[in-house]
């Protein structure tokens, strides 16, 4: 689905400057080299990734470590036992 719409969105100015339906349609059915593979392609998949960014996110940071155990001191130096 993205791939087509990819298609149709590449050669959206060519299609509206037509506005002609038997055109758009043999335009698309013939697409031959209008557009580069790999162009369509990326268009695609940016398509994809904006319906879908959840798939996409960076993943998240690791939770944050706990705090060290306390010394076994106390406050004035003396070491409990």
Do not use: W
């Not at 960076?58 to 036992?81: I, K, V």
């Amino acid at each position: 689905l993205y791939f087509c719409v990819a298609m149709v969105l590449c050669i959206r100015e060519d299609l509206l400057e037509h506005g002609d339906f038997s055109y758009s349609v043999k335009a698309l059915q013939h697409y031959e080299s209008r557009v580069p593979l790999h162009t369509l392609l990326e268009r695609a998949h940016a398509l994809y990734a904006a319906d879908h960014p959840q798939l996409y996110a960076p993943p998240a940071a690791p939770p944050p470590r706990p705090p060290p155990p306390p010394d076994r001191m106390s406050s004035n130096g003396a070491a409990y036992l």
